[in-house]
């Protein structure tokens, strides 16, 4: 059919018509401006033809198939008994040019009628999708979940030391009985890590990404930096900066924010809400990484715990030392029992071991007990 001939509704279903209104370039704009000019007939139909597509543009959400082909179903019944009526009444022209102009249009698959009554369709089904997308968008469209983020999680179990290599080459050595948490990858704009335990980090530089270890309230932040954190429950935290610079947040009963630089620690006491910034021994604080156990003045519930996370066994007492009781001893990659061994003799204590059970017997209960 020549697009001189076009109705309304061929308007609407042709695709260079359809690029013109949706999507105009040069070219279409120059085609259908000269169509115009030459044919002014038809500017009444475009405009029509263009608002429905625009009507029909803008309802993007998707209607069920059956309930479109319904629509359809009851547009059409509708217009077949609106033209019976029409036929049934008779339309006198009032001037020869009507008459021409409609024998000139029943040369078209469709009557003058027929093709008002397929315009008037056409804009009811606009309309009623329209009303579809307005009553169901809320309840058929949702938005979509945000992703569940994917944790990687690392636990040293007694008697294991466990070195990681992160994503970003971060390297991590996880003392024994340490669990370590983060986002895999980790995320766009931070890294952040979750400890329990023990561990020492050695973090690549990322000036996009701060480098954030969450020990419960406190937050140690870095980017290229080398430190040490052991938070072990029911005992002090500690922080020591080997390298480079951290920030330390304590959301204590005071927040506040504490810088430290290389050689220096905090060591804090959630409980009591004390923060104490202090030097500290190299050695003795990477000993561990070095298969080697310095005990210190070290309080006995330390000691245990120490042992037990080392070794992977469970100490239980036949009896308890005085509370204040603290040991001092240094073991290089020695066995358990060699270790309870040096420190009986100075302790006067009697130990047996059954598998992975530790008895300790203490035949005197000093204050402070040396073992070197």
Not at 248 to 271: C, R, S, T
């Amino acid at each position: 059919m020549r697009k001189q001939e076009y109705s309304v509704e061929d308007f609407v279903l042709d695709p260079e018509f359809r690029k013109w209104v949706e999507s105009p370039d040069r070219l279409s704009k120059s085609y259908w401006e000269n169509y115009l000019k030459e044919n002014p007939s038809k500017v009444q139909e475009v405009k029509l033809a263009r608002k429905i597509l625009l009507n029909m543009a803008r309802n993007t959400m998707e209607i069920p198939e059956n309930r479109v082909e319904g629509t359809w179903k009851n547009i059409d019944h509708a217009v077949d008994r609106m033209e019976k009526e029409v036929d049934d009444k008779k339309v006198i022209p009032l001037s020869s040019y009507s008459t021409i102009k409609r024998q000139e249009t029943d040369i078209r698959p469709y009557s003058k009628n027929h093709q008002i009554y397929r315009m008037v369709g056409i804009l009811a089904l606009t309309l009623m999708l329209a009303f579809l997308a307005n009553t169901f968008l809320h309840q058929e469209v949702t938005q979509p979940e945000p992703a569940q983020l994917v944790y990687e999680e690392h636990y040293a179990p007694p008697g294991v030391k466990s070195n990681l290599t992160l994503q970003d080459g971060s390297k991590v050595t996880l003392n024994s009985g340490s669990t370590l948490r983060y986002v895999k990858n980790f995320e766009a704009d931070q890294r952040v890590l979750e400890l329990e335990g023990e561990a020492y980090f050695e973090v690549a530089k990322d000036k996009n990404r701060p480098f954030m270890v969450k020990t419960g309230s406190v937050t140690t932040k870095a980017l290229g930096t080398s430190f040490t954190i052991k938070a072990y429950e029911n005992e002090a935290l500690d922080i020591a900066l080997l390298t480079g610079l951290v920030e330390v947040d304590l959301d204590l009963q005071q927040p506040q924010k504490i810088n430290l630089v290389p050689g220096e620690a905090l060591n804090i006491h959630m409980e009591e809400q004390e923060v104490k910034k202090q030097s500290f021994d190299k050695e003795k604080l990477m000993a561990w990484t070095k298969k080697t156990i310095i005990f210190d003045r070290t309080p006995i519930d330390e000691l245990t715990r120490v042992l037990e996370n080392w070794y992977g066994v469970e100490i239980v007492f036949a009896n308890q030392p005085k509370k204040d009781l603290a040991v001092s001893g240094r073991f290089h990659d020695q066995t358990l029992e060699n270790v309870l061994e040096g420190l009986s003799y100075s302790a006067r204590f009697a130990f047996e071991i059954q598998k992975n059970q530790v008895t300790i017997t203490f035949k005197t209960a000093d204050a402070y007990v040396k073992c070197f």
